[in-house]
Every structure is written in structure tokens, then in C-alpha cells.
């Protein structure tokens, strides 16, 4: 604003002119013009900040005032712009999210000339004005890389003083942009797994990590160091290879400097391993009476992912449960594919056994007299059978688990019973016995005459109490009587009949 200057003049022929100055800060300037053409000056300098008045009047020769020879004039002085105050709600300095309010007061002093208008911009767009000391402007425009948005508020006081003050505000429209790459959310896979961590911002990331837990297939928890984050272009990027089987369940999180946060999640497993298949192997080679595969699924195949099976019995599909009695050599097979590609298979022959051991009697026959010794083997039909009790006469023999053939000699006379006991590897039993009876050796003379001893034995009386007579004659009244003599000496025995009467 440009200061004023006032100029008195006196026109008049008669009486004379007065005037009395008060500047801003109540200094006074008096003076009065006699002489017409005579004249005064206040100038510029003589103004102050605020109110400055002057009066003018005329007086006539007696000093009496001149009717409608007043003059007064209130002249305000206002030089200084008006005073600029911004402020947001976290700061100038601080970031925002998609907007920012702009609070703005002015101030013009008690001697200024108060506010004409406010005026902001954001950048070139003008937001708004308006003729209140204070006012508030939202501020929607975006920061790019980081930049502020420059903003500009303009105040005017009513004496044209003007006055802008520029800042930048910073404000952020979106979350960082995040990815996990170099594998899919869920994948399962064979091989070792490189993943990618990246993160970028259209403008100022604050902080990127990485949370990264290992499940091994034991159960056992583990959580991964961060490897070094890198800048690739405008992002950040960490790479990990997990090796490891497990499940790996990781979280990236990434926040901007408006505080915006963003994060993704991901699983992968990682199994080299094939699934393994248990129990088949028990089962290879074993004979059995009848089979049925009772082990559950979760027993049988033991694979920390998911997997698809089959499961068969001499080449088809087996339901576990079932029973199998037929007799035979039979093939057991289950496969397994885990959810990685890992495959497993396993194979057991075994045979279904239901017929009991046939157990065997060498060199004996039932029944049969032998004289003085008898020497008997036993054995069994089957080499893979086993015997597993033989008694003889009641008392158990020694048996050996590794023979096949056992020989015994009985040489004690009387009747004698062996029994057998045998079982196979199917787990089938059966027992046999058998009977025979040691006699002394008979002379050539017994040999002959035994046939006749049998023949004419009379009825009620046994061979023995015929020739247990203490003369070594026998003698039976009746019809018949049987002499039987032997000569001394001789082999010979010479049999009388003869029939006595009464």
C-alpha cells in the first residue's frame, strides 16, 4: 500500500485556515494558514500504522468558526501484509491418506485492515477461497515418488496488502503393491522352491518383512532368518530357497509412509520324499491260514501331504477288511502317489496254507510185534512242516526245531505208543499215534509150534498158563490133551495128542 499525502490549502481573503493532525500512534501536527494560496503538507512520513485523522476548519477575524468551514477525514494506514498460519491434523510434514485438511488463519493486527479474501491452490487447481480470517481446505491430489503436493495460500487485507505462503503436503492414495512369486499359493511340490518377496510403492515404503515358518514333517516349528532385501528398480525384493521338506506357511507385509499396510499370505510344501508304505513287507513270504489286511489307511501309508492310493490282491482292487481263504500263492500290492509326484509301491507273495501237516511213521507199522528192539523214524510229508511234541509211552523226547527226521530204538518189551504233535507255518496243526509192542526173540522150536499153540489152546485158558507148569508138561483133562516134551539137546519139539476116556 502506498502512504498518503495530504495537502492543506487557505483560498479565502479573510479569516484563516487551521488543521490538527493525530497520526496512528496519537502523535499531534497543528497548524493554521492566514494568507490565501498559503499551504500545508502532511506527508507520507508523517502516518502511522492504523487510525490517522486530521481536522480542518476556519476561523473568521474574531476566531469564531466559519459556519460549514469543517472538515474531517479518518484515514486508515495499513501497510503490512496479513499473517499466515497453516496447520493439519498430524502435521505439514506427516502423511496422509487419499486427503489432507488444510487448516489456514489469517491474522491483520488490530490496526490492519482486516482480511479481504483467502485464496489456496494446490498446485495450479484452485481448492476454494473465501472472506473468513479462517477457513479449512481438503486437499485431494496425489503425491508422486514421494513429492509433496505444493500448496499455496493467498491473503488479502482490505488494504491490498497481500501475502502467499507455499508448502508441500504429502498424501498417499493407495497401499504398497506386494507379490509373492516363484511359486502358487498351495502348491506342493518335489523340488526345492525359490520364492520371491517383492514389494514397491507409488511413493515412500516404510517397512517390508517377511514372516516365513517351517513345519517339518516330524511336527517340529521352525521360523526362517529374512535373507538380505535387495532394490531392484523401484522395489524391494528378498529371495528365499526352501529346500527342506515342510510346510512353509509365510507372510509378506509391506506399509508406506501414509501408513498404509498390505499384506499377503502363502503356503507351499516342499516333499522330495516318497510316501512310505508299511507292513507289506511283514507279510512277503509268510504263510497264513486265511489273510484279510485289518491296518487302516493312515497305517499303511505314512505321507505328510495328501495322496492317491491302490490297493490289490493278486492284480484286483483289494477292499481292506475282506477275508481270503483260498489256498495258494497270492500277490499283495499297494501304490501310493503322494500330492508331489512321489511314488511308492510295495510287494509281498505269501500263501494261503489250510491243510494240517501229514505227519509220517518210517520203519513201524501199527500194531506189529518186534522182536527184542525196534528202531522208527518220524518225519513229515512237508520239509517246511514242523514238529513240535513227540512222546513215547508217555514221556516227551527232546525235539529239535531244526531237524526234519527223528529216529528212535524202543527195546523194552510190551506195547508201546508213540504220539505225534505238528504244525505248519500257516499256523495248522494235527496230531497222529501209533502202536506197537517189543517181544523176545522165539527160538526155532517156539517158531514152529507157535502156529499149533495158537490152534488148540483149550477155550477159557491163555497159551501162558498152559505153559507155566512147573514139570514143563501140560495137562488138561477133557477130550483132548496136549503133551508137549522136548528133547535135551534138541531142536525139535514132538507134540502128542491123545484121547482119554472116563
Not at 80 to 96: E, F, K, R, T, V
Not at 146 to 159: I, L
Not at 162 to 187: C, H, L, T
Not at 252 to 272: C, E, M, N, Y
Request: aromatic residues 8%.
Amino acid at each position: 500500500m502506498t502512504l498518503p499525502k495530504i495537502e492543506i490549502i487557505h483560498v479565502s481573503e479573510y479569516g484563516v485556515t487551521k488543521f490538527r493532525f493525530m497520526d496512528g500512534e496519537g502523535g499531534t501536527v497543528q497548524g493554521e494558514l492566514a494568507k490565501s494560496g498559503d499551504r500545508a503538507c502532511i506527508g507520507p512520513e508523517k502516518f502511522k500504522e492504523g487510525g490517522n485523522s486530521i481536522y480542518v476548519w476556519m476561523e473568521d477575524e474574531d476566531g469564531g468558526k466559519v459556519e460549514d468551514s469543517e472538515c474531517s477525514k479518518q484515514v486508515l494506514v495499513d501497510t503490512a501484509a496479513p499473517d499466515i498460519q497453516l496447520w493439519a491434523p498430524s502435521g505439514l510434514d506427516a502423511w496422509y491418506q487419499r486427503e489432507a485438511l488444510l487448516s489456514v488463519r489469517c491474522r491483520d493486527g488490530e490496526k490492519g485492515s482486516q482480511i479481504e479474501q483467502i485464496s489456496a491452490y494446490a498446485g495450479k487447481q484452485l481448492l476454494g477461497t473465501t472472506t473468513n480470517a479462517q477457513a479449512a481446505f481438503l486437499i485431494s491430489q496425489k503425491s508422486i515418488q514421494g513429492n509433496g503436493v505444493p500448496v499455496t495460500v493467498c491473503a488479502v487485507d482490505k488494504a491490498g496488502n497481500k501475502k502467499e505462503v507455499s508448502r508441500r503436503m504429502y498424501i498417499d492414495s493407495a497401499p504398497p503393491v506386494i507379490a509373492i512369486q516363484g511359486i502358487d499359493n498351495y502348491m506342493i511340490t518335489s523340488r526345492p522352491a525359490e520364492v520371491c518377496f517383492r514389494a514397491e510403492d507409488d511413493n515412500i515404503l516404510d517397512s517390508v518383512t517377511v514372516r516365513n515358518m517351517r513345519e517339518s514333517p516330524e511336527g517340529d516349528v521352525e521360523e526362517l532368518p529374512e535373507n538380505e532385501w535387495l532394490s531392484e528398480e523401484e522395489a524391494s525384493v528378498m529371495r528365499q530357497r526352501l529346500s527342506e521338506d515342510g510346510i512353509y506357511k509365510m507372510e509378506l507385509t509391506a506399509s508406506d509412509r501414509a501408513g498404509f499396510v498390505r499384506s499377503q499370505s502363502a503356503q507351499v510344501i516342499v516333499d522330495k520324499k516318497n510316501p512310505v508304505i508299511r507292513f507289506v513287507d511283514e507279510l512277503d513270504g509268510r504263510f497264513v491260514r486265511e489273510f484279510r489286511w485289518n491296518h487302516t489307511l493312515e497305517e499303511t501309508i505314512k505321507d505328510f501331504t495328501t495322496y492317491a492310493y491302490e490297493i490289490r490282491l493278486d492284480g484286483k482292487m483289494y477292499p481292506p477288511g475282506k477275508k481270503v481263504k483260498t489256498e495258494g500263492v497270492h500277490t499283495f500290492q499297494v501304490k501310493a502317489v503322494d500330492a508331489a509326484g512321489n511314488r511308492a509301491e510295495a510287494r509281498a507273495r505269501f500263501i494261503i496254507d489250510r491243510t494240517p501237516p501229514e505227519i509220517v511213521f518210517a520203519d513201524v507199522e501199527e500194531g506189529r510185534e518186534y522182536e527184542e528192539a525196534c528202531t522208527f523214524k518220524v518225519l513229515l510229508e512237508n520239509k517246511n512242516d514242523r514238529i513240535e511234541e513227540i512222546w513215547i509211552n508217555g514221556e516227551e523226547q527232546a525235539v529239535n526245531a531244526r531237524s526234519k527226521v527223528y529216529q528212535y530204538t524202543v527195546q523194552e518189551y510190551g506195547e508201546h505208543i508213540v504220539k505225534v504233535k505238528a504244525c505248519d507255518k500257516a499256523g495248522n496243526r494235527s496230531e497222529a499215534d501209533l502202536g506197537f509192542e517189543i517181544v523176545k526173540k522165539e527160538t526155532i522150536f517156539e517158531k514152529i509150534i507157535k502156529p499149533v499153540k495158537k490152534r488148540f489152546v483149550p477155550e477159557g485158558k491163555s497159551v501162558k498158563e498152559i505153559e507155566g507148569r512147573p514139570d514143563g508138561r501140560a495137562v488138561q483133562r477133557g477130550p483132548v490133551l496136549i503133551l508137549f516134551t522136548a528133547a535135551a539137546g534138541t531142536a525139535a519139539g514132538i507134540a502128542c495128542y491123545r484121547k482119554w476116556k472116563k
